[in-house]
């Protein structure tokens, strides 16, 4: 089972991803994306993984996704975008083209796992033109990346104002009550 979950920064995203994994398990799995890069983005990882209670098995992996245990479990991947911004940084020669493939084949290979996936990413190009070539490359990338996705899902879910709106209905898992 793919869920996938969308929407804006500050939309919600997380929060409904994390209670939707403990709605299908006691014993989830938080995948994490990020590379901390300076103090107050730790701060903010810090903030996140204290929200997480003990039931969670946190696991940090920022490019190579396919390669963590996941098998039989729920796992809440946060977030394709800070994903894609290791791939594409740690390739800046390559074309957005060949990111794209490298990022499709991947996640192809993460779905090969028997886990049910709850990925998070942002819609970053909802606003306004980015004004610079490397912030557009990044936003087609994302863009792309985010119809891939979507296109596999069984459940897409677009964060607005922290309100779930269901873009595409599958069926539905056994949840906990």
Known sequence: MLYFITGGQRSGKSSYAQRLALQLTDRPVYLA???IWDEDFRQRVERHRQ???PEWTNLEEPVNISRVDIDGRVVVLDCITLWLTNLFFDNQEKSVDEVLEMAKLEFEKLLEKKATLIVISNEIGMGGHADNAVARRFTDLQGWMNQHIAAKAD????????????????????RRE
Do not use: C, F
């Not at 897409?156 to 056994?174: F, N, R, Y």
């Open 155 to 174: 459940e897409v879910t677009l964060m607005v104002s922290g309100l779930p709106l269901t873009v595409k209905a599958g069926k539905q898992e056994k």
């Open 33 to 35: 994306t990020a590379r």
């Open 51 to 53: 929200d997480r209670g």
